[in-house]
């Protein structure tokens, strides 16, 4: 990469080339694979351009959209069998799974959105399609539901039949400058600290998915109750 060995010691930033066979060559098979291995899933999430980097007006869309093909590429060639988790790349990431719809609001309107979403991801050949389940960003104008025990718990009983269940949140960090969260804190999202009825129908909901996404694993006769 043009590096010499005083610019390594002096800790000289190496430049992200992605558009560049050297790096990328190295950049899987050196620093990421010294570090991950090959059981590993990637998770793409929305990648800003290099500083100065003006050559795609749309970078919005077709940056993440080359982060995804090149991801998923190493994964094919690793594993045989390439995916990976991303925000939209704009048309033609449907070829990379599994869709992310965002950085969802906790409120009921999102909840009642995201089935209409997934049928309409389903439209542009989306096999896998995820959401936020529970929300991610607190709500607004209203931090009790955020903390609304139901909407997590009807999030968790939609998710269970969804294409791919999957819960992402803030994790309680506050965000005082954003207008976006009001500077609340995330709701909790380990479902054992809920109390009845909610937590043990929350666990209900997520066990009832083992055993669709794994029949063999639960016989009728060893099913968990």
């Known amino acids: 990469m043009g590096m010499s060995p005083a610019d390594i010691a002096a800790g000289k930033n190496i430049r992200i080339l992605v558009e560049n066979r050297t790096f990328n060559r190295e950049f899987f098979n050196t620093l990421l694979q010294d570090q991950a291995g090959d059981s590993v899933y990637w998770w793409i999430d929305l990648c800003m351009p290099p500083e100065g980097y003006t050559a795609l007006p749309l970078w919005r869309f077709n940056w993440p959209l080359w982060n995804l093909w090149m991801f998923y ?63 991610h960003k607190p709500n607004p104008t209203n931090e009790s539901v955020s903390r609304d025990p139901e909407l997590y718990l009807r999030w968790l009983q939609w998710g269970t039949f969804a294409p791919t269940l999957r819960t992402h949140m803030e994790h309680g960090k506050t965000r005082p400058t954003a207008t976006a969260t009001g500077g609340q804190s995330g709701r909790t999202e380990n ?3 809920y109390p009845e009825p909610f937590g043990p129908a929350m666990g209900d909901a997520l066990r009832l998915r083992s055993r669709l996404v794994h029949p063999l694993r639960f016989p009728r006769a060893n099913r968990p109750p």
């Open 73 to 135: 590429r190493d994964m094919e060639r690793r594993m045989g069998r390439g995916s990976n988790l991303a925000w939209f790349g704009g048309l033609g990431s449907q070829r990379y799974p599994m869709g992310h719809s965002g950085d969802v609001i906790m409120s009921w309107e999102s909840l009642q959105f995201q089935p209409r979403f997934t049928a309409t991801a389903a439209n542009l050949n989306f096999g896998y399609w995820s959401h936020d389940l529970g929300g």
């Open 191 to 193: 479902v054992w600290l």
